[in-house]
Structures are given as C-alpha cells and as structure tokens.
C-alpha cells in the first residue's frame, strides 16, 4: 500500500479560508515533501520537512510534522482560486532514493 | 533556466505500436525518474537512474516497458507492443541528489487506441 495517505480526498472552500490537508505514512521517514499538481500539468515541489523538524514555512504555507503519529498537515492560509489545485504529500523513507506519493488531496477554492 | 522538458506532449496510437517517450533532465541532476498516472493508480514510479544508469524498475508493469539513459541529458521509455490500459499520463522528473525535491515535467498524455 501507498506510504503517504492524504486526507481528505476533496476539500471545496471559498476564497480567504484556510485549507487544511492531512497526509499519514507507515514507516520511518528521512524527510515528507509536498507538491502542487494543476490540472494537466506536472508536479511541483512546494516544501521539504526533514524528520527532525517539527514545523516550517513558506509564504501563505504551513506544514508540521508528527513522527510519533506518523503524520503531516499543509495549512494555505487566505486561500485564492489560483490555489485550486490536486496537493500530494511524498515520503522519503530509508528503502532507496525513491519518493512515495500518496493519492492526493483535490482542493477547489471558489471565487 | 529550462525545466525538465518531455516530448511529446500528447500521443495517440493504436494498439500494438511501439511507443517512445522522451525526457531531457534539468542540466546537473543525478536522478531520473518516470512516473505514470491514471486516475485509478495515482502515481506510480516506474523506473528510477542515478547518473545514468538504472538503479530500481521494480515498477515497471511488464518486460512491454523498456527505459535507457544513454547520457545525462536524455532518457526514453518505450512501450513496445503498446496496450490500450498503457492509457497515462507518463512524467519525467530529476532532482539533486538522493531524497531531494523533485522537478517534474509537464507530461506526456498517451493514449492508445
């Protein structure tokens, strides 16, 4: 099964909220990274929390890391509508270099 | 700086017709993934290189796929004879070392008939 389990499936909100995504894994973890997938487009990287760090950063973007419960959370704060968008929470956990996606969360911000 | 870069962007065939996918990595990048994606999988790691040479295709759905990277600027998957359940969306990613943020590719939408 997938490492990465985001929760939940779909989040629809209006403009100014803030969204909320959860994403748990299974096993140990080097570092869980997020990522942002427009619709017919690719991946791309939004944050990186090492399994030492407990909460970072990055503009209107807030993630915190739970390796006790195994778990993460990617707050947007002030949501827009160009924040809609599919968001995939990866692992790197200690078998290979490789990163395991989760199913994603589809959120829908309306105007 | 130009990003991953994939070709084509959207391929139509018919079954049984060989396939090639093609993906330049960002320049300096030691890794090299292929993903594909279907609404019923999600994503799903293919094959992965570490300076060029294939390190993991466990992923790989059957011996059908093939993938090379003959160099550090260019790699291809090929689908060879193609099925219509290859249906996907095929991604190219590289990244800076092991376990470091991936940069994607805009994709390659295949669709065999």
């Known amino acids: 099964s997938q490492q990465g389990e985001e929760d939940p499936q779909a989040l629809s909100i209006q403009e100014g909220e803030n969204a909320t995504m959860n994403c748990s894994y299974k096993?140990?973890?080097?570092?869980l990274q997020w990522y942002r997938q427009n619709s017919g487009r690719g991946l791309v990287h939004l944050i990186l929390i090492r399994s030492n760090e407990r909460e970072k950063h990055s503009g209107r973007l807030r993630v915190t890391l739970d390796t006790s419960k195994k778990s993460s959370s990617l707050l947007i704060t002030a949501s827009r509508a160009a924040d809609t968008a599919s968001y995939f929470c990866a692992t790197d956990h200690n078998a290979g270099n490789m990163l395991t996606f989760g199913g994603g969360t589809r959120l829908m911000v309306k105007p | 700086d130009a990003g991953v870069i994939q070709s084509p962007r959207h391929e139509v065939t018919e079954m049984g017709q060989e396939v090639t996918l093609r993906c330049k990595p960002i320049s300096g990048h030691d890794y090299l993934f292929w993903y594909r994606q279907t609404m019923m999988r999600g994503l799903e790691l293919l094959i992965y290189?570490?300076?060029?040479?294939?390190?993991?295709d466990s992923g790989m759905p059957e011996d059908r796929f093939s993938a090379k990277m003959p160099n550090a600027s260019f790699s291809t998957l090929k689908i060879q004879p193609s099925e219509p359940r290859d249906s996907a969306v095929y991604f190219c990613?590289?990244?800076?070392?092991?376990?470091?943020?991936?940069?994607f590719g805009p994709g390659t939408r295949l669709t065999v008939l």
């Open positions: 096993t140990s973890i080097n570092n």
């Open positions: 990613a590289s990244s800076l070392g092991s376990g470091k943020a991936q940069f």
């Open positions: 290189f570490n300076n060029n040479v294939p390190i993991d």
